[in-house]
Structures are given as C-alpha cells and as structure tokens.
C-alpha cells in the first residue's frame, strides 16, 4: 500500500511562487513514476506534470516552462516548484504514484491564486 500526503499549499499572489512537496510511503517509490495533477470546481482533472524514476518529466501545456518537477528518491519525495502562478492555476493539486496500471492519490492540497 502506498500512502501520498501532500504538503505546501495556501494563498499566493498572481505573478508569485510556490513549492508542494508530496512525501511516500512505501518500497516502491524509487521505481514509480510521481506526478501531480490538480483538478478546479467544475472542471476534469488535468495533468500537470509527471517525473519518471530516470528523471524524464512531462508537463500540462498550460504549466510548461513555468512549473518544474523534481524527485529525491532517498527521501521519497516528489517536488512541484511553480512559478508566475496566475489565477487559473486555482485548483486542489493531487500528487499521484504510477506503478505499472496501479495509481495511488493523495488527499490534495489546495492552492489560491488571487490578490
């Protein structure tokens, strides 16, 4: 059993930066790929980037080159920086753990933008 628990969010500025942190649980998360995916009132669930265990990441086209994504195998925990937020990344973030046709959710966290 994996457990996710997501940390890091609250209330920014537009324009601001911010860091989540989502800390697992479980023998597998060296090999797992880790993502987040965040979901707004009223809209589907979007992606918004994923890291393999090599380090090959993916982003959402409405986060590329403002977000980044990282991962510290040793401390088993898959990192979202994300800056020049704007309003429209309002949204509960989900981190997520793909193993093989398994994925395992955290409880999300959510993040504001708004001045």
């Known amino acids: 059993q994996v457990q996710l628990v997501e940390s890091g969010g609250g209330l920014v500025q537009p324009g601001g930066s911010m860091r989540l942190s989502c800390a697992a649980s479980?023998?597998?998360?060296?090999?797992?790929?880790m993502g987040w995916y965040r979901q707004a009132p009223g809209k589907q669930r979007e992606l918004v980037a994923t890291?393999?265990?090599?380090?090959?990441?993916n982003f959402g086209d409405s986060v590329k080159g403002r977000f980044t994504i990282s991962r510290d195998n040793a401390k088993n925990t898959v990192y979202l920086k994300m800056n020049s937020l704007k309003p429209e990344d309002t949204a509960v973030y989900l981190c997520?753990?793909?193993?093989?046709?398994?994925?395992?959710w955290g409880q999300g966290t959510q993040v504001t933008v708004s001045s």
């Open positions: 890291i393999t265990s090599g380090g090959t990441t």
């Open positions: 479980g023998s597998i998360f060296s090999i797992a790929v």
């Open positions: 997520t753990s793909i193993y093989g046709v398994r994925w395992y």
